[in-house]
């Protein structure tokens, strides 16, 4: 029987400047580190590590969509995850964090 866990993709930092490495990792519903799955971007694609990591960088800027997905296995089926990574032009263009206030 083939139980079905959802990818989830995280991304550090969200923003980047055109050549900045952005860090990718990829786990499972129950947070657990997801090995082998493939990020595709539309013009690349990687592959997790066993940490469920692998790094990109861009050389134009834009808005770019990270599809993660994994093939099954006897027990576990994968449903893919996508989120959005935004490149900007240089450093400077980038958003300020803002901080929040505590309460």
Avoid: N
Wanted: hydrophobic content about 35%; aromatic content about 4%.
């Amino acid at each position: 029987m083939q139980h079905t866990r959802r990818l989830r993709i995280d991304t550090q930092p969200h923003e980047a400047a055109v050549g900045e490495a952005i860090a990718v990792r990829v786990r499972d519903d129950r947070r657990r580190p997801v090995e082998g799955a493939v990020i595709e971007t539309g013009t690349k694609i990687a592959r997790t590590d066993e940490r469920g990591l692998c790094r990109f960088d861009f050389r134009s800027p834009g808005f770019w969509k990270l599809v993660a997905a994994k093939s099954p296995t006897d027990r576990v089926a994968y449903a893919p995850a996508s989120t959005l990574v935004r490149i900007v032009p240089s450093p400077s263009r980038r958003r300020p964090h803002r901080l929040e206030k505590s309460r």
